[in-house]
């Protein structure tokens, strides 16, 4: 909701700053419902790496699903828009967002197989990081891959990929 209502865009990111949570599982879910790109980024990255992420994607939106602490980032800090949103499990309360969200979760988007839906980092061969675009078609298709590769009938298998949360297997 508050993607497809302030912050939708096919084009610039919204960034996941997380640890590995339901609640980043859902706002990948949530934002790619919205037709919006995003990018995850761990936050155990080193700082410097983090800020250089940043300055490369600019973002509309930062997600802060972790309590990360921005204060070192002093150039960015005017510049960034962070919302800091955590998920208090024992209240099963969602805090950092305004509570009169609706359920409603239709959207008028389309999206196409070519528009892109994530951004993930390689190293670069310089040191520098390098963007590397994800697109609807490849995420799609990863999965009935994945069904008809590993024989996985849909609702009545499971799996797990074990990767870093910034890993982009797409």
Not at 3 to 25: E, G, Q
Not at 39 to 63: A, F, G, M, T, V
Not at 101 to 126: H, R
Not at 154 to 167: D, V
Request: with cysteine; hydrophobic share 35%.
């Amino acid at each position: 909701w508050i993607i497809n209502n302030n912050y939708n865009s096919k084009i610039v990111p919204i960034v996941l700053i997380a640890d590995k949570s339901p609640l980043l599982v859902t706002s990948v879910l949530g934002i790619l419902l919205s037709g919006t790109a995003y990018n995850i980024i761990d936050k155990n990255y080193p700082s410097k790496r983090i800020e250089s992420y940043i300055n490369i994607l600019q973002p509309k939106l930062i997600l802060n699903l972790c309590d990360y602490d921005f204060s070192t980032f002093n150039e960015l800090n005017d510049l960034l828009n962070i919302k800091n949103i955590s998920y208090d499990y024992e209240l099963n309360k969602l805090d950092g967002i305004s509570n009169n969200i609706s359920n409603d979760i239709s959207n008028n988007i389309e999206i196409d197989e070519y528009d892109i839906c994530s951004y993930a980092f390689t190293s670069g061969t310089e040191g520098t990081p390098k963007v590397v675009q994800g697109i609807y078609g490849s995420l799609t298709y990863f999965y009935d891959w994945m069904g008809s590769k590993f024989n996985i009938e849909t609702g009545k298998e499971r799996f797990s990929l074990l990767s870093g949360i910034s890993h982009d297997p797409f």
